[in-house]
């Protein structure tokens, strides 16, 4: 039977999210280090690291289009098995 998922198997979306995920925490990371200088009372970084922080909009966003794909292929193998079954 096939309807358990293996554990080394990969479904559509899946790298997308992994990505997503990466992206997010090294946009965390240079969030975190943004803010500290600000907390701590001593100079702050340069302007570029405010723009890394942006990152975890974009590993949100690429985390999410995975989601999205991930359920795309699911309704369309859903639909696929249903229009296949005996009636």
Not at 25 to 40: D, W
């Amino acid at each position: 039977m096939r309807d358990k998922t293996q554990a080394n198997s990969t479904e559509p979306g899946d790298r997308l999210i992994r990505a997503g995920v990466i992206v997010f925490f090294i946009g965390a990371v240079a969030t975190l280090v943004t803010v500290a200088p600000l907390l701590l009372d001593t100079t702050p970084f340069p302007t570029f690291m405010f723009g890394l922080s942006m990152l975890m909009g974009v590993g949100f966003l690429l985390a999410g289009a995975g989601v999205l794909q991930s359920v795309a292929a699911g309704r369309r193998q859903a639909r696929a098995a249903s229009s296949a079954a005996p009636r």
